[in-house]
């Protein structure tokens, strides 16, 4: 279909579907999913890290732990040692003595010649029982 106009002439544009050729909303949809994607790996990285660091957290307590009792084992001992040497025999215990991060308590039973010590740090406790014979 022509039309003129003025002299000239026009041709008549076909109609136009409903949508443009343009993918603006492609893009757009494409940009939300990357953006999506990035914030979810984003999150799962930082939920295992956090994780990580807990886990960290219990060993530390728990080497601790198992350290203050060792400690409280060797108190008892060199006081075992000294008493040998002076020629008495005391039963020591000790109850939350502080030390470093946390506590010990120590109980010795002198009868059946066994010490037990409890390491306590960051709400872990760690036992450690020995038993010995005097000669």
């Known amino acids: 279909m022509n ?19 343009k993918p603006r909303g492609a893009i757009l949809i494409g940009v939300l999913i ?6 979810l790996l984003g ?5 295992f890290f956090i994780s ?9 307590a728990r080497a601790q732990s198992l350290y ?13 040692h000294q008493a040998s040497i002076l020629g008495t025999t005391t039963a020591t215990s000790y109850d ?3 030390l470093g991060p946390g506590t010990y308590s120590v109980t010795h039973d002198i009868y059946s010649g066994v010490i037990t010590s409890i390491g306590k740090s960051q709400g872990v406790e760690r036992v ?7 000669f």
């Open 68 to 80: 203050l009792a060792e400690g409280g084992i060797a108190r008892a001992l060199y006081e075992l």
């Open 34 to 39: 990357i953006l999506l994607t990035i914030t």
């Open 52 to 60: 990580v660091t807990t886990i960290a957290d219990i060993e530390l």
């Open 96 to 98: 939350n003595v502080p």
């Open 3 to 21: 039309w003129i106009r003025n002299g000239e002439v026009m041709k008549a544009k076909p109609p136009q579907s409903g949508r443009s050729k």
């Open 43 to 47: 999150s799962t990285l930082a939920s």
């Open 128 to 134: 450690i029982q020995i038993k010995y014979r005097l």
